[in-house]
């Protein structure tokens, strides 16, 4: 099994993934352990003091004036976790939520916490017994981290509250990390608040939503380019001379995937020799590198972002190299949530233009040749009518999806939490958004590649060809009679999702960008 070493100078998005998704095996190093213990150190020194100290003899939030006695200071950890754990809504993803504590754990690590190295193995020893804690979908704002989502991953850590075991079964967690021979930890100074208060949650998401996103937007790349060949447009204006000349680098590669797929068509080409001559192909056609490119330069910006905040350590306070505790505010989630929003507005617009694409391919006005609705019998068949009508529904709550969460702030802790991200929120809608992008795709690929083989006569690339085919056999109907259609949607679905179209064009092209 793979394994992820956590040390002190943070992680990558692939690591992230393979934890969340791969399962892979978490350990710490010693350069990590070292630190952790030399933060203890600071952090034990300071609770020995009359002093107080922000999180480590204080209260929390707008409680923060009182100052704890040392008899109360381990109740004052638990009852924190305890009372954050007010989630409340559906369950979370499974990869969300591992993906949450593997990121707390990369903070935890970084040595500026002051969490004793046994609570951070801890973490580390529930992640690889597949234990994972039931998270709500309600209940972070974005600010002080993702206060309850973590405060449930935590709640578990000390064997309360429930969880999900390696069998998929839901129980509760002291009974799972007793049977993986797990103690429960006993929480000390700040070792509650330094659980809770990261990004955690939003930057994992928004990990995922990276990786995920790259690989549908070079499947949208194959679907615009299959629809430019069912339209019988023109490929010319993919030559990479025109984009040189608007060196945007989305766009460039936007429109050297499409030229990939297209090479060798004979379907292009017919530009102004068909019954409905063009001077021009629509926009939804012509300036699909252009729209699709925006997104991939979208997705570099917020890939950015992400690199720097899985470089961080997000806490507060935060033991400083130079022994000092200092108050801060990087917890605060702004530059996570600004990129999770500025994504959903891109993936809006991309599955914007994909349905005016399939649109066009269905009406027998603007399809160049192609019957109503790409019916057998249009009139006794409806054809694809109603796949484009779930496309529309699709796009529509895309556009919905797309408003900002970001854009909102509502105070909290009596106003000392006045102004908060809302960044979850946006990680949780562009969730949504991917999956609805998915299934946008996969209708116009459906629909694509039913056009293709309608124009008979026509041989299409063989890019195009190998994409039909590898469709067709992963149960993607082709031509015919009205049929049940859902199944086939579905199939089209994930074959997109997969990335299996990707894979079947590839094989013919090499290497997409």
């Known amino acids: 099994m793979h394994t992820v070493v ?100 990369k903070t935890v690590a970084s040595g500026h916490t002051g969490v004793r190295p046994e609570v951070a193995q801890t973490m580390a020893d529930v992640l690889n017994a597949g234990i994972t804690p039931v998270v709500h979908e309600y209940g972070s704002l974005g600010c002080s981290g993702d206060l309850a989502p973590l405060s449930h991953c935590a709640l578990a850590l000390m064997g309360e509250g429930d969880a999900e075991g390696p069998d998929g079964t839901v129980r509760p967690a002291g009974e799972l990390l007793a049977e993986h021979g797990i103690a429960p930890v006993e929480l000390r100074e700040k070792e509650g608040l330094a659980l809770l208060n990261g990004t955690d949650g939003m930057l994992g998401m928004l990990c995922m939503a990276l990786a995920d996103l790259r690989r549908l937007y070079t499947a949208a790349d194959i679907t615009a380019a299959l629809s430019l060949e069912a339209l019988l447009g023109t490929d010319k204006v ?50 699909a590198p252009q729209v699709a490119g925006a997104g991939r330069d979208t997705i570099a910006h917020a890939a950015l972002v992400a690199s720097r905040e899985l470089a961080s350590s997000v806490d507060n306070p935060v033991v400083l190299p130079d022994g000092r505790v200092e108050s801060n505010g990087n917890f605060h989630g702004a530059p996570v949530a600004y990129v999770l929003d500025f994504l959903a507005i891109a993936a809006a617009d991309l599955g914007s233009i994909a349905e005016r694409r399939t649109d066009r391919l269905l009406d027998k006005n603007r399809s160049h040749g192609l019957p109503p609705f790409l019916a057998d019998d249009a009139g006794v068949d409806s054809g694809l009518m109603i796949a484009q009508y779930t496309q529309a529904a699709l796009v529509s709550e895309m556009k919905r999806l797309a408003v900002p969460a970001s854009a909102d702030s509502i105070p909290s802790s009596a106003m000392q939490e006045d102004h908060v991200s809302m960044g979850w929120s946006a990680a949780r809608k562009l969730r949504t958004a991917i999956d609805n992008l998915t299934r946008i795709v996969a209708i116009e690929l459906y629909a694509a590649t039913r056009g293709i083989e309608l124009r008979t006569g026509l041989v299409p690339a063989p890019a195009s060809a190998a994409a039909i085919e590898a469709a067709r056999a992963a149960g993607v109907g082709g031509p015919g009679p009205d049929r049940f259609l859902a199944p086939d949607l579905a199939a089209a679905e994930q074959f997109v999702r997969s990335g299996a179209l990707v894979e079947a064009v590839e094989k013919v092209t090499g290497p997409l960008l």
């Open 6 to 105: 956590v040390g002190t100078s943070g992680t990558t998005a692939e690591d992230v993934i393979a934890v969340a998704r791969g399962n892979a095996r978490v350990e710490l190093s010693g350069e990590a352990l070292d630190a952790l213990a030399r933060a203890r150190a600071v952090v034990d020194a300071l609770a020995a003091k009359p002093e107080p100290v922000y999180g480590v003899s204080t209260g929390f939030g707008a409680l923060a004036t009182r100052h704890i006695s040392p008899e109360l200071r381990a109740q004052l950890q638990r009852n924190i976790v305890r009372s954050h754990a007010a989630g409340m809504g559906p369950r979370v993803e499974r990869e969300v939520v591992r993906a949450l504590m593997f990121l707390r754990l």
């Open 238 to 287: 993919l030559a990479p001379e025109l984009h040189a000349i608007r060196p945007h680098p989305g766009q460039g590669a936007s429109a050297a995937n499409m030229a990939a797929v297209l090479k060798d068509s004979g379907l292009t080409g017919h530009f102004q020799h068909d019954e409905a001559p063009r001077v021009q192909d629509a926009y939804s056609v012509r300036c």
